[in-house]
C-alpha cells in the first residue's frame, strides 16, 4: 500500500486515473466499499454533520443517534415512525453514475461483492449482486408478530404506526437501530468476500470507518484504491487517493 512519501501522492490526477484504471484491469475479483459520500451524492441526509443534527434536534427536541435507537423505537414507536417516515422514506433518490459504473464494473467480471452501511437499497435498484447491506434496508420491512413482509411504501404511505394488514402488529423497519448488533451471517459474507478480494475500491468514506477498517482486517491483498470527496488522516494507508466526488471520477475509471 502507498506510504506517506509515496510518489504517487504527486501524481495528477489524469495519472492517478489511468493508474487505477491499470489496477482494476489486471484484477479478478474487485471488493467496493460503498460510504455515505456515496448517496450524499444521490440526495440522502447525512445525520453526523454538524448542520443536520443541529436541524434535527431543532425539530424533533432528540439527537438522530437517540431517535434511531432500539430504545427510542421500542418505547416511543410513533414519534420513531414520524421522524424515520419524514428524513428517510421520503427522499425521492437516485442512482448516480457510480452505480451505472459499478454495475459496468460487475458485467465485466470484475466486482464480486458490494459492502455497505447505507440503507437505501440503490446498488441492489441497479441490478448489483451479492451486496451486503450491514445496516440493512428500508425495502425489507416484516411484521413482528406474523414476520409478513411490507415494502418501504407501504410504511411510507402509512398513517402513525404502519401495521401489518393482517394481524394488525406493528411492522419491523429493516434497518439496524443503535443498540442493535448486526448479523452474524452477513458479517460473515462480508469478510470472506474481502478475504478473497484482490482490490478493495472504497468509496466515498475514509479509512478510519468502521466498516473499511473491517475489511481491510480481512483483506490479503496489497491494492487498496479511495476515492471520496474529503481528506482524512488515514488516507496516505491506501495504494491510490483521488479526492473527488465518486461520480465524477468511477465512471472514467471504469468507462
Known amino acids: 500500500m502507498m506510504k506517506q512519501n509515496s510518489p504517487a501522492e504527486k501524481w495528477s490526477l489524469e495519472d492517478k486515473i489511468e493508474y487505477t484504471k491499470r489496477i482494476i484491469a489486471q484484477s479478478n475479483n474487485v471488493v467496493c466499499l460503498s460510504g455515505v459520500g456515496v448517496v450524499m451524492e444521490c440526495g440522502a441526509l447525512n445525520f453526523n454533520r454538524d448542520d443536520v443534527a443541529y436541524r434535527i434536534e431543532e425539530e424533533y427536541d432528540r439527537c ?121 451471517n452477513m458479517l460473515t459474507k462480508a469478510a470472506n468476500a474481502c478475504a478473497e478480494a484482490d482490490v478493495l475500491l472504497v468509496l466515498g468514506t475514509n479509512l478510519f470507518d468502521d466498516m473499511v477498517q473491517f475489511a481491510v482486517n480481512h483483506y490479503q491483498g496489497d491494492k487498496l484504491i479511495l476515492v471520496t470527496a474529503h481528506e482524512h488522516f488515514t488516507d496516505k494507508a491506501a495504494d491510490v487517493v483521488i479526492h473527488e466526488y465518486v461520480k465524477d471520477i468511477l465512471p472514467k475509471i471504469v468507462p
Open 64 to 184: 438522530p443517534e437517540e431517535i434511531m435507537s432500539s430504545v427510542f423505537y421500542n418505547v416511543r414507536m410513533k414519534q420513531f415512525y414520524d421522524f424515520y417516515k419524514k428524513e428517510l422514506l421520503s427522499l425521492k433518490l437516485s442512482p448516480t453514475a457510480t452505480y451505472e459504473a459499478l454495475r459496468r464494473l460487475q458485467d465485466i467480471g470484475k466486482l464480486k461483492a458490494c459492502i455497505t452501511y447505507n440503507i437505501y437499497g440503490l446498488a441492489v435498484q441497479m441490478g448489483i449482486d451479492h451486496v451486503y447491506e450491514l445496516d440493512g434496508s428500508i425495502h425489507n420491512n416484516w411484521c413482528s408478530k406474523c414476520g409478513k413482509t411490507f415494502s418501504m411504501e407501504y410504511l411510507r404511505d402509512s398513517e402513525g404506526v404502519p401495521l401489518c394488514d393482517s394481524c394488525k402488529a406493528a411492522i419491523r423497519p429493516g434497518i439496524r437501530l443503535h443498540g442493535e448488533r448486526m448479523r452474524n
